[in-house]
């Protein structure tokens, strides 16, 4: 008999990472489990690294930097599990998340996935994510994203998406709504992912007591420059797969919106011309992105009113979430500009 749940741990070149997360992952109460390391073409010797340090581990070694859709996907393809955890290695999980995310979901059949209360590795008393949000225009952020954690998200319930960074999936789900879109490469992949699963019907769920804790980018921090782009081309791909008919019509203005202060921010930062690159990579994947919307809206089972009501409202000038979003973009500018 297969475990109840395969614990998918992907890594790229951070080595001393696998001390933090590996442990954790060891220590999980959930009994019935079996721990694979996907290894996406490291070149420090993790995938050896850990056959020595973890031997009862299964770990599955690709021969390059594959993107992290892709790599995910090759994840959950060597699954038979009833459910699958995909954990970035730049984690640390209290001993009880994992089982307490698979006593949610065998809670709610409806739901596909589910993900935990992750704090900053860092500054432990401030919150990194308690799921996803997502807008109509487009905006896709990490609900209660840097806030002091003052138990605002200790209620258990249903979120638009989880971060797939570290959020259980039951596997049969991937059946119906499909595997990681690996045209994305990395970012956005799982949130790509969410409003597919909730187009299909599928609800996510939220559970506080299971906590984790972030460092926050610590794979791809010195190349936030280049996953830029991809972010900006995946949003956009996003969008014209994912949106039903209806849902472009009604919120076309709200999304011109964005993407125009996108590009006028760009310009003033002297980005210009990356900005344009992106909406070249748009229209060169753009047979490919239709015919995937044909999939997608087939597959749709839900009205626009059940997907107005896990869809956020838009922000507003107030919002904290706007004034971070406008650090990490000062972030960016400045690491391009090097």
């Known amino acids: 008999m297969p475990p109840r749940l395969t614990a998918v741990v992907l890594t790229y070149d951070r080595r001393d990472l696998l001390d933090v997360i590996l442990p954790c992952v060891e220590r999980q109460v959930l009994s ?23 031997p009862s581990f299964d770990v599955l070694e690709l021969a390059q930097n594959i993107g992290v859709a892709a790599a995910l996907n090759r994840g959950v393809a060597a699954t038979t599990s009833e459910y699958v955890a995909l954990l970035n290695n730049d984690l640390e999980l209290e001993p ?17 996935s589910a993900a935990g209360k992750m704090l900053s590795f860092f500054d432990r008393a401030r919150l990194d994510a308690a799921g996803d949000l997502f807008m ?11 806030e002091v954690d003052a138990g605002q998200y200790d209620m258990p319930e249903e979120i638009f998406a989880p971060c797939a960074g ?12 499909g595997m990681f879109d690996e045209d994305f490469f990395a970012y956005l992949e799982d949130v790509d992912w969410g409003l597919r699963a909730q187009l299909a019907g599928f609800s996510a769920r939220y559970v506080p007591a299971a ?11 010195a190349e936030k420059s280049s996953y830029n782009a991809l972010l900006r081309r995946n949003q956009i791909w996003l969008i014209l797969k994912d949106y039903p008919a209806r849902a472009l019509a009604r919120h076309a203005g709200k999304v011109l919106v964005h993407q125009v202060a996108w590009i006028v921010t ?52 107030e919002d904290s979430r706007v004034e971070r979003m406008r650090s990490i973009g000062t972030e960016l500018a400045s690491l391009w500009r090097r």
């Open 32 to 54: 019935d489990m079996r721990v694979l390391v996907v290894d996406n073409g490291s070149s420090d010797g993790s995938a050896a690294y850990v056959r020595e340090r973890w």
């Open 96 to 112: 009880d998340y994992l089982a307490l995310l698979v006593a949610e979901l065998d809670r709610h059949p409806e739901a596909a």
């Open 136 to 146: 109509w225009s487009g905006i896709a952020t990490h609900r209660g994203g840097g």
């Open 166 to 177: 570290a959020a259980v999936f039951r596997r049969s789900c991937f059946d119906t709504v």
């Open 211 to 221: 906590v984790s804790y972030h460092m926050g980018g610590a794979t791809t921090s």
């Open 266 to 317: 760009a310009a003033r930062e002297g980005r210009l011309r990356e900005q344009l690159a992106v909406l070249a990579a748009v229209g060169r994947g753009l047979p490919a992105i239709l015919r995937k919307r044909r999939e997608v809206q087939a597959t749709r089972r839900v009205s626009l009113d059940r997907l107005d009501a896990v869809i956020s409202p838009e922000l507003t000038a």
